[in-house]
């Protein structure tokens, strides 16, 4: 037994375990070690990545799983703050909240893991094949393996249950093979002690199991799940991501069946899995993608597409890839004498349809493994009755237990912008819970020195497959052979992943082997992986901003598709402009900068104050900004709302950290991150108060609003008509005494005007109903709705309202329902029979609407806007509160619709993300920033107009022409606020501007590499 850490006696220890490691698991690590804590990362398979690493797209942008979870998970490998415990396992749990020991078992891989270099020759040589549980059993793995492809980290495992030398004494080839001498059957597990001062238990998920309901028939080879059926499509999936029958045949007609393992009490899962509806049409989109002939068929109950943009998502897969939705739950699949499959199911007028599939997708829920039901008997955590971890609304990562925390699936299913959330949130509350001990266990980042710069140019060149991605339709191995005979293009190669820890090694490799100075990779997009690259070229010993970038992904491959011979002479074309570019390329060096820490926080509903309270808690102060005269948001006037509401009032109202001002806008934001700087607008009984203040970071908490159209459904001109929040308030203060009710769902969403989904409004129906039969038993109560979409664990109260006796009928979306007077009047899909409902009142559950102040607010921070006015986050997956420009953050209502509770949790997230950059010393700016010569510069001032970051002022300064020396207006540069634009650099009309890596003799050498053909080049 050793032990890892120590600390002084009483004291809180700053470090953390992070239990999991999927990318809920990934994303609470790297926010507590960029924020100055120890990490450990303890993850029960060989190899971090969890779910995600198996999956082919993502939704709703179709971005390939594995480009965007790789860097992530590379960057987690390298943080000097993070330790992987990979293969290792939780046994026990002692101590107190702040100075926990948490016990690890390390499983034996019976691997030296300091000797594997992860070559993989001793897997080529062993002869037991067994089941890859990574593939879900389509194909099959050694007894030594490496879990995927671009496993973190490449260090094989044997299977101890399925070695023929441990098992029986036979065998030994692997050890043989070995030239490192790594294989060690004689390894035993061990127990590893660590301290830490709070735990994260991110344990995901494993898909239910369809073997348990007999009558879907997953026991035919052509019925498969929807993870297996990722495997189909995955380009490093065991069908190199060609869709196949068992017989190896296209399939002509595929089915997804919805709900299966979820909302079904018979085997205690009456939840809701949250995904599954939108990744049956992100699969079924992908079919459409390569084979629009296929016709697909999804089977659902409600089409639950509930996301930021999901709901346009499904439409496109309808309307324009004729995707067929289904609203009929087949009970079982059916197989016919020859093999043949076959649904049974009720068509649009009660019949009986019997239609025949190839191959049929079972669209599985989310259980949870017995391992986390195990871990959290450990932990002393309690779980609810379906195994997910108990938590409250007010509280949405924090367990049962002080100091242990939760986030993604483990606590509820999810998808991965929620689960992404949910850790930062979970880091927040933990980095809160150690704040003390903050730094004290930091390892500091050593930048190894940099290579001399030879005068003969030495380029290396990867060119990456992407799997697919790329090498489906761009020849690969051509743009080797032509990048191999470019002027000085020293080795040129292919990999299947660029981006895989592995290929970073390697590239490491060739850097430091062959006296590299310039460094090209072709690939997919550099918005998201140049950082990496840039890293790898750093750690090797070559300046970052020696690296050139060739996109023949988005430029190439994806854009002409269609046409393999031109994407491949295009991918050519850029890889020649690159090397052509990167000729003249020189080092470039960031500058420190000086950092305020302190935030703004604009808004004072539950968001903003959720905010506040957790910077305030992590030890920064806070200028929380509200534009009324009150905090507390949509939900002040809820009764039902109080305890949750009440408390964060308090803590903020108390706090002497968080500084509140009311009646204010926030003005004139200039500046970069850690060093913003804006004016406070206070209107205060008809004095304005104007005053300035210096800010490191901003989270925009606006929030959002409930649509109050007049005439929608009769509102404002039918008296019997009131939205949602309206009859909410009154319910909550027992008021009104209605017999007949009907809520009409969808009012003014998911229509031409506004397609999107506003998610809330189903639940607060149903919760809404509930409350009213609890206070009038008698009351007759009707929802007229498209899709109810309860998901997650809300589905409860769907069930709960039905057995109360709430009535739900289903309208067409080309029939909305009619309000006359005391009549509503709709047409019922499900019978097909006309209705006219005798109603007292009437609810509208209607859109929420972006506030119209994000116009304003949006291009003062430099940041986007969606098309129905929501702020538009950097990446919707894995960056769901952050933004393009550094230290502006955002959450809540004001990205996009959402109930309380995932409020709280995208709030807490956005004080994670921002507590990453105030917990430093201090920023660094960009290396690639513009650069004046005040000698050429004249002062005219062009560039300061056209600078959309306002990074440049004009000052006076000491110019020295021909001897002589005098004072003049010059341009300055802020180089913590230029972000390398390029605006000023073609605004100056005298040529005093030069921009870093776009230098004029970098771009006129890529623009003269454009007219090289090939046989200039050979």
């Known amino acids: ?153 490449k260090i094989v495992t044997i299977d101890p249950e399925n070695c023929l030398m441990i098992q029986k004494g036979k065998c030994g080839n692997c050890k043989k093979v070995c030239q490192r001498d790594a294989v060690n059957y004689e390894l035993q597990d061990e127990i590893i002690d660590i301290n830490v001062g709070a735990v994260i238990m991110a344990t995901g998920f494993k898909a239910f199991d369809p073997k348990l309901l007999e009558a879907y028939r997953f026991d035919h080879p052509d019925v498969v799940t929807a993870l297996q059926f990722e495997r189909y499509t995955n380009a490093s999936g065991p069908f190199g991501g060609h869709i196949q029958t068992s017989k190896g045949a296209l399939p002509k007609k595929i089915a997804f069946v919805q709900c299966i393992g979820s909302r079904n009490p018979e085997i205690n899962k009456a939840y809701c899995s949250s995904v599954c509806c939108t990744y049956a049409v992100k699969q079924s989109r992908l079919i459409k993608d390569h084979h629009p002939e296929v016709d697909v068929a999804i089977f659902n109950i409600d089409l639950r597409t509930f996301g930021k943009g999901y709901e346009e998502f499904a439409l496109r897969a309808r309307d324009e890839y004729g995707v067929r939705f289904i609203n009929s739950r087949p009970s079982g699949v059916d197989v016919k004498d020859d093999g043949t499959l076959y649904l049974r199911y009720e068509g649009p007028e009660s019949q009986v349809v019997k239609e025949d599939f190839d191959l049929i997708v079972l669209s599985v829920g989310l259980a949870t493994p017995q391992s986390t039901i195990d871990l959290a008997q450990i932990l002393g955590v309690e779980l609810d009755k379906y195994g997910f971890v108990q938590t409250k609304v007010e509280s949405p990562t924090e367990t049962s237990r002080a100091g242990i925390f939760t986030a993604g699936v483990a606590q509820g299913p999810k998808d991965i912008p929620e689960s992404v959330a949910q850790a930062s949130g979970a880091a927040s509350k933990a980095g809160a819970l150690l704040n003390s001990a903050r730094k004290t266990l930091e390892t500091a980042v050593e930048i190894p020195p940099e290579n001399p710069i030879d005068k003969d140019l030495r380029i290396g060149i990867i060119v990456c497959r992407c799997g697919t991605n790329i090498g489906s339709v761009v020849d690969v191995p051509a743009v080797v052979e032509y990048a191999s005979a470019l002027p000085d293009v020293i080795i040129a190669k292919e990999e299947m992943y660029s981006c895989a820890d592995d290929t970073q090694g390697r590239i490491l490799e060739m850097i430091r082997d062959y006296k590299l100075n310039r460094f090209i990779v072709a690939a997919c997009t550099p918005r998201t992986h140049e950082p990496l690259f840039q890293q790898t070229c750093q750690e090797a010993g070559l300046n970052p901003w020696l690296f050139e970038f060739a996109n023949i992904r988005e430029h190439c491959s994806w ?28 080092p470039l060096y960031s500058q420190k900068l000086s950092l305020v820490h302190n935030a703004v926080v604009l808004g004072g509903g539950v968001a903003g104050l959720t905010v506040a309270n957790e910077l305030a808690a992590n030890g920064y102060e806070v200028d929380l900004i509200e534009k009324t005269d009150k905090l507390g948001g949509n939900i002040r006037a809820l009764q039902s709302y109080a305890s949750i509401l009440n408390p964060m009032i308090q803590n903020a109202t108390t706090s002497p950290k968080i500084r509140i001002h009311y009646n204010s806008v926030m003005e004139d934001v200039s500046g970069a991150v850690g060093n913003f700087h804006g004016k406070i607008i206070t209107e205060d009984g008809g004095k304005t108060t104007i005053s300035e203040l210096d800010f490191g970071v901003i989270v925009i908490a606006t929030g959002g609003h409930e649509l109050r159209q007049p005439g929608l459904f009769g509102y404002l001109e039918n008296p019997i008509v009131k939205t949602q929040l309206e009859f909410k308030e009154m319910i909550d203060k027992n008021e009104g005494n209605y017999k007949d009710l009907v809520f009409i769902q969808c009012a003014g969403s998911r229509n031409k005007e506004r397609p999107y989904c506003s998610r809330i409004c189903c639940t607060n129906s149903v919760k809404n109903s509930i409350q009213y039969k609890e206070q009038h038993p008698d009351a007759e109560i009707y929802i007229l709705y498209r899709d109810i979409r309860t998901y997650g664990m809300y589905e409860e109260y769907y069930t709960k309202a039905r057995e109360m006796g709430v009535h739900f009928l289903m309208y067409d979306e080309n029939e909305p329902p ?106 660094e700016s960009p290396a690639e920033v513009s650069r004046v010569n005040i000698d050429v510069c004249v002062g005219c001032g062009a560039c300061r107009d056209v600078c959309p970051y306002h990074a440049i002022t004009l000052e006076e300064q000491v110019v020295t022409k021909k001897g002589l020396s005098f004072k003049a207006l010059r341009s300055v540069i802020n180089p913590a606020a230029c972000k390398g634009c390029g605006c000023c650099t073609m605004a100056c009309p005298t040529g005093a501007i030069e921009q870093g890596h776009f230098e004029n003799t970098q771009l006129l050498s890529q623009v003269k590499s454009v007219f090289y053909f090939e046989e200039e080049v050979n």
Not at 559 to 581: C, F, M, S, W, Y
């Open 1 to 153: 037994m050793s032990s890892a850490t120590t600390n002084a006696a009483g004291s809180s220890v700053g470090a953390v375990a992070v239990i999991g490691g999927g990318i809920a698991g990934v994303q609470s690590a790297l926010d507590l070690a960029n924020s100055g804590y120890r990490v450990y990362l303890i993850e029960s398979k060989p190899s971090i990545g969890g779910i995600m690493a198996q999956l082919d797209k993502t939704f709703p942008t179709l971005d390939c799983s594995a480009c965007i979870l790789s860097p992530k998970l590379v960057e987690a490998s390298r943080h000097p703050n993070i330790e992987l415990m990979t293969y290792s396992e939780v046994v026990g749990l002692s101590g107190t909240v702040g100075n926990f020991k948490v016990s690890v078992n390390k499983k034996s891989r019976y691997i030296d893991t300091d000797k594997c270099v992860g070559c993989g020759d001793c897997i080529s040589k062993c002869p037991k094949k067994v089941d890859d549980e990574f593939e879900e059993g389509l194909t099959k793995r050694k007894a030594i393996y490496f879990q995927f492809t671009q496993a973190i980290p």
């Open 559 to 586: 854009i002409h598709h269609d046409n393999p011979e031109k994407a491949t002479q295009k991918a050519k074309d850029l890889v020649r402009q690159a090397a052509g570019k990167v000729r003249f390329y020189t």
């Open 818 to 923: 009619v309000v006359d007077g005391n009549l509503v009047k709709f047409h019922d899909l499900t019978t097909g029979f006309d209705f006219e409902l005798a109603a007292d009142c009437v609810i509208l559950s209607a859109a929420t609407l972006a506030e119209e102040g994000n116009h304003e607010v949006g291009p003062m921070m430099k940041v986007p806007l969606d098309k129905n006015g929501f702020f538009l986050e950097v990446h919707p997956k894995l960056r769901p509160v952050d933004f393009g420009t550094d230290g502006v953050f955002v959450c809540g209502l004001a990205q996009s619709p959402k109930l309380c509770e995932e409020t709280i949790s995208q709030a807490q997230a956005a004080a994670s993300r921002a507590c990453t950059i105030l917990s430093r010393d201090s920023l």
